[in-house]
């Protein structure tokens, strides 16, 4: 799987959102050049029931043959519902009493994702951390404690999920799924 942020969307005769994207995607596990194979339909759940699907590509890899799907980043891999819900929901702006939501998502769901969350945090610290020492050159600075790049980037970025799981996931790793 990788995740583009960098795509344009256009709806076809079913009223399907169409992902298209110009940018050169690289295998994760391999690092080889992935190209065009053909799309597939991923389901997007939003607030209040509504319900949409996605056309996203599937994108081959010249040199280990493996495919993978690309998701645009308002997509979080392994969940139906978008980005900005799940994230919201973490960050305490989506609630059960929050009038949008009328129970969807439910609160099961809704406690799924912070347990993910907790399940996950580590993992997203130290690949926040691994990032910051191979492109900023901070080197020790990051390996400090006490020092959270994940509450720093959390706080201060409102695409902060989208953002860190494309890092992860383009860079190979993974997250546990629930």
Known sequence: MVMVSDYTVSYDEEENIVVESSVISYCPMCGGVLSYRDTCERIMLLERRERRNYIIRRL???????????????????????????????DGVVTLEDDDSEDYPCAATMKKWHH???????????????????????????????????????SSNVGWLETILCLIYNSGGSLAVF
């Open 60 to 90: 081959k890899c010249h040199h280990c043959g493996k495919l993978h799907r690309e998701l645009p980043d308002c997509l979080v891999p392994y969940k139906h519902y978008a980005a900005e819900v799940i994230s919201g929901t973490l």
């Open 116 to 154: 993910w969350l907790v399940v996950n945090y580590l993992r997203m610290e130290e690949y926040l951390k691994s990032a910051g020492r191979h492109l900023s050159g901070c080197g020790e600075d990051l390996l400090k404690p006490g020092i959270t790049l994940f509450e720093k980037w959390r």
